[in-house]
Every structure is written in C-alpha cells, then in structure tokens.
C-alpha cells in the first residue's frame, strides 16, 4: 500500500509563537514534513532585553540557538528572509531565491519596531527592544552621570477587520521595568538626586490594558519613587536634550529611553494578507479570514492585544489544536482565552506581578510586588533559556493560573 505523502507545514518564525507552534507539533512528525523560516538561527528572548540594557545581562544570554532544536525536534530549518506569501498557489518565497510550498502556514513572524518612524531616533533616542538596541542603551548607562530621563511608548496603529480592544501602545510592561529598574540603578550608583525619571503614554492611562486594581499599586510605587507620568502624550521627535510631541509640547530630556511604534512587516501587505494597518486578520482558531490554510499567532495576528509572549503562546495553542483537528489527529479544542500576564522586573530583589483579564471582560485584575514575584520571573528566564525556549510544563501553569484566580478576583 502507498504511504500518504506527509502535509507540509511551514512556521515563519521562531519567536515564542513559532517555537511553542513547533514543540506542540512535535508529536506528530509521522503526520507532517515540518519547515521553520527564520532570519536568524537563534531565537531572541526579549523579556529579558531590560537586563541588557540595565543590569549587565550578557546578550549571547537572551538568545537560543536554534538549529540543534529544529534537528531534535525533525524539522527542516531555512536561513532567510521571507519576502512575500503567493497564498493563491501556496507558497512562501525567501530572499535567498527558494520557494517552499506548503499545505498549511503559520505566520509567526512578530512586528517590526519602527524605529525611524521617530525623528531623531537614531542620533537621541534608545531602547530595549531589540538585542543590538539594548545593548546600545547599555553602552550609554555606562557614561550616563544624571540628569533628565524620559520613558514611554510611541502610539502604534492597528486595522479594523477583526474585533480585537483598540490600544494605542500595545506592551507598556517594558516601560513599567525600565523606570523601576532605572530608579533602582540610579539609587545603587549614587546619580538618583542628580535624575528625574519622567514616563509618558499615548493613551489617557498608562497601562490601559489592565484595571485599576493592577494599575493603583504601580501607580503609588511611582509616586513613592518620584517617577512622574504624563498620558495623552503621542511622541514624534527626539532631540538631543527634549522629547517632542504631537501637541507641540516637550520635556526636557538627556536619556530618552522609548518603544517606537510597532508595525506589521511589509511582506504581508504585498502578499495582500494583511487587515487596512497590515496586520493579519484571522478567526478565534486563528485561521486566516480569507485563506484557509494560513494560520497567524504572536504579535503579527490583529487579534494579539496587547502584544505579549503569554498571548503568543496561548495562540499557538490555539492554532496547533486546529491544525490537528482539521487533520483528524485530535479531538482537543484549545479555546483563545487572551489574558494580561507578566512580571515587571523593578531591579534588586523587587519585581511586580500583574494579571488581568478585564480588557476582555473578564473578572481578574491584580498586581503583586513581592521578591517572590522576582523570584518566578528569574527561574521563569532561566527555564526557557536553559529548555531552549520551552514552557513550564502545563501542570505546573494550570496550578499558578489556579493560585492567581484566588486572588485576583477584581474587587468592585
Ligand atoms: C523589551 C520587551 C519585554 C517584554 N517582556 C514581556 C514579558 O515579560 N512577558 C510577555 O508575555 N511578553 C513580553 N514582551 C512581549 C513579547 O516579547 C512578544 O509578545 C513576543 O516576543 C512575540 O512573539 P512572536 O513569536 O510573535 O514574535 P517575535 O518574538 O518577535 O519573533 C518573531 C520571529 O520571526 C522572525 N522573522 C520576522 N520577520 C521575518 C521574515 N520576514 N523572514 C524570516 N524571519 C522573520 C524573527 O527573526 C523572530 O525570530 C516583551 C517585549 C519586549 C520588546
């Protein structure tokens, strides 16, 4: 008897949505031919981009080599750069003049931080996006004596296709760690009362993607750091000692330490995949709303709001258990359930833990500052690090996601 031909599958991508995508097909190499595109052959742990930057972090530690994975797991691994989607005839076209045709595919590809999108950016402007940004603003601390930092996210845009909250920033948690771990540096280096660390936001509450009982607690350890906030402030030009913005005013500014607008790649407009900013639309399985082999998950998916690893991770879930389904592999349905969770270093032994389900209806909002909550947030870096971008195992989230629920319930 013929043997079936194994489905093609390929994943662009190997951030936290490709690799998780990846490690849950895993199971099932006798059912498809696995290819992972990628620019790079290392993954970048970008939770821990904060710790280059401001705590000495080495960067060849927030990167996962890759290849060893792609070769334990049985997929193909290409080195390159995906320059369109020919979705009419199934396949994927990379700059180093291959083509890969698959039977389903996973965009898993991020967003692009537009860091040109901000005037003056590149001679003034730092960040901790990205690992050669972070490590940029690393080599600046080192000369940095005092004075006035300012920290906030630029207002990025997202399409109307599918029903997803409207944020105009969408991961303010980075800023939440760089002004406290900022205070904290400056505090341990002597250079606090020489500094003013001043945040602002596009939106009217910093942190709007999460309610007031996970916001008040950061809010009143800002105030007892002397960090100010401003909101409604959108930014468009930094100079070499102000911030400007949108409504003409300006802060003065030596260090100014921000998240530029995020934007979809281009290749997924050309590849006309994206909703009317780019991103790509999909349903609640994650499933392209026009092509039905084209799956999306992290950051790139329009639904992804706000732009977080924890949401990465459920959507690969989420599309894995569709894919099987489809193929008659399983029965499981992984349901979308989006949710705010992260842990904000704040530097020393301090971190905060937020958790929040309010932005979609849900009834847990809460924030715990608690050296344990440092201490989750280290082994949490080190686990994913150390099992090459693998999850603490589902047993162990299911009893963390059960202890929050207790605790978390919004007050009203
Ligand atoms: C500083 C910082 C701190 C953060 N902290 C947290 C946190 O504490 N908790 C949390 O939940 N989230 C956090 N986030 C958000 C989280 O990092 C992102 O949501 C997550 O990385 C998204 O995963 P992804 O797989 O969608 O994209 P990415 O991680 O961006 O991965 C995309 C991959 O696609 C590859 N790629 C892109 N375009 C192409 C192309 N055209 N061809 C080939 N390859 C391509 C890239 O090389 C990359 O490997 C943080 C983000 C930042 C910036």
């Known amino acids: ?65 890759t290849p060893p994975q792609f070769r334990k797991h049985e997929a ?26 698959y039977d389903y595919l996973l965009i898993a590809s991020g967003a692009v931080k537009d860091y040109d999108a901000i005037k003056g950016y590149r001679e003034y402007g730092y960040s901790v996006c990205d690992d050669t940004e972070a490590a940029r603003l690393h ?24 029903d997803a909250p409207e944020l105009k920033a969408p991961c303010e948690g980075p800023i939440g760690e760089v002004m406290f771990m900022m205070d904290h540096r ?10 003013t660390i001043t945040v602002f936001s596009p939106s009217e509450i910093f942190f709007e993607d999460v309610g007031d009982n ?6 009143k350890l800002m105030q007892e750091r002397g960090i100010t906030l401003h909101t ?3 930014l468009t030009e930094i100079t070499e000692d102000s911030v400007i913005f949108s409504d003409g005013s300006a802060l003065p500014c030596d260090l100014a330490i921000i998240i530029p607008p995020y934007k979809a790649p281009e290749y997924i407009a050309k590849s006309g995949l994206g909703d009317d900013k780019g991103w790509v639309p999909t349903d609640k399985t994650m499933k392209h709303l026009d092509y039905d082999e084209i799956y999306a998950i992290g950051d790139i998916n329009a639904l992804a709001q706000p732009k977080l690893g924890h949401i990465a991770i459920n959507q690969a879930d989420v599309a894995v258990s569709a894919i099987l389904r489809r193929e008659g592999l399983s029965d499981e349905e992984v349901p979308f359930t989006p ?39 280290l082994s949490f870096d080190e686990e994913y690090h150390y099992t090459h971008g693998h999850m603490p195992p589902d047993t162990v989230v299911e009893a963390l996601e059960g202890l929050l629920h207790r605790f978390a319930k919004q007050k009203k």
Not at 187 to 194: A, P, T, V, Y
Not at 214 to 219: C, D, L, M, S, T
């Open 76 to 101: 193909a691994f290409e080195l390159g750069e995906v320059t369109q989607i020919d979705a009419q005839n199934k396949q994927v076209i990379l700059d180093n003049g291959k083509t890969l045709h």
């Open 1 to 65: 008897m013929q043997e079936k031909p194994l489905k093609k599958l390929v994943i662009i991508g190997s951030g936290f949505a490709g690799l998780r995508a990846l490690y849950r097909l895993s199971d099932y190499n006798y059912h498809f031919e696995v290819t992972v595109v990628d620019r790079h052959d290392y993954s970048l742990e970008r939770p821990a981009l904060p710790e280059v930057a401001l705590e000495d972090k080495p960067v060849e530690a927030v990167h996962i080599e």
């Open 214 to 219: 996970a916001r008040e607690p950061v809010a």
């Open 232 to 234: 409604g402030k959108e």
């Open 186 to 195: 400056l505090r341990e280096e002597g250079k606090r009362d020489k500094s």
């Open 139 to 162: 080599e600046r601390l080192k000369r940095f004596e005092g004075g006035d930092i300012v920290t906030g996210a630029a207002r990025s845009e997202f399409g109307h296709r599918v």
């Open 339 to 377: 949710e705010v969770f992260c842990i904000m270093n704040m530097g020393g032994h301090e971190a905060i833990l937020i958790y929040s389900n309010v932005l979609y209806g849900g009834e847990y909002d809460m924030a715990w500052h608690s050296p344990i909550a440092k201490l989750m947030k």
